[in-house]
């Protein structure tokens, strides 16, 4: 398979969340696959929605890196906020980590992540990887700009809808900002590939009782495509410098 030079590559996990991203590209083209490729200011990008979840996210983050070879993988969309995060409704938070919440062992003392039980994910030379990805400090400077708080992010198999749940899972993940279902498997991939990772998302819900009546993920949507368009914007202006 031939690989395509795209400097930046994209990802949401539903269309809706990249429809303001896809109309500014300028030159769009929809290739086979389910890539939509096209520019924005001087940058090629390289757009996948890699449907729900984490085998989802890991397989459209694998197929983007090993098409396009980017220099950069950004992971977008809405997701869930902790209260006590200090992030509200319709923020926009950017992942200073990503761990998989559910990565570990329950025994007779309660859950132990990956780490505790010496569970790792993989090994790149003498590093061992467990249940947490850090993302690209570099991206994480550009973003800071244009996001309301960065923090540990947390990737779950199943969306919480219960308070009691959301306090169990802060007890075993103390800090943590927002859930959501895609991003620890794509930041796994791209450490395996050595590719920067960045992951923002607009809070579309309080991770709480689960009431859809109190969502508002549209909102959300638009106000992290607005913060990633600034992100590119500021990329495409450095690669010029």
Not at 25 to 30: E, F, I, P, R, S
Not at 122 to 135: A, I, L
Not at 187 to 198: D, E, K, Q, S, T
């Amino acid at each position: 398979m031939s690989r395509r030079k795209a400097p930046i590559a994209l990802m949401s996990a539903v269309p809706f969340e990249a429809s303001l991203l896809l109309k500014k590209l300028a030159g769009k083209k929809k290739p086979s696959g389910g890539i939509t490729t096209g520019k924005l200011g001087s940058l090629n990008l390289a757009y996948m929605s890699s449907g729900p979840g984490m085998a989802n996210a890991a397989s459209a983050a694998t197929l983007l890196i090993e098409r396009y070879a980017p220099s950069a993988l950004v992971v977008f969309g809405i997701g869930g906020a902790f209260h006590g995060s200090g992030l509200s409704i319709c923020d926009v938070a950017a992942a200073e980590s990503e761990s998989f919440s559910e990565l570990g062992a329950l025994t007779t003392e309660g859950f132990r992540n990956a780490e505790e039980i010496g569970l790792a994910t993989f090994k790149k030379g003498s590093k061992k990887y467990y249940q947490t990805f850090m993302m690209d400090k570099r991206l994480l400077r550009l973003s800071a700009a244009h996001v309301s708080s960065r923090g540990p992010f947390l990737t779950v198999s199943t969306v919480t809808g219960s308070l009691k749940e959301a306090g169990r899972i802060l007890k075993k993940n103390p800090g943590a900002i927002c859930e959501n279902m895609e991003g620890a498997a794509a930041a796994l991939v791209c450490a395996r590939y050595g590719v920067p990772v960045l992951e923002i998302r607009g809070i579309s819900n309080m991770v709480e009782n689960r009431d859809l009546k109190k969502w508002e993920k549209d909102p959300a949507a638009r106000n992290c495509q607005a913060a990633l368009l600034e992100i590119l914007k500021q990329l495409s202006e450095n690669s010029r410098s």
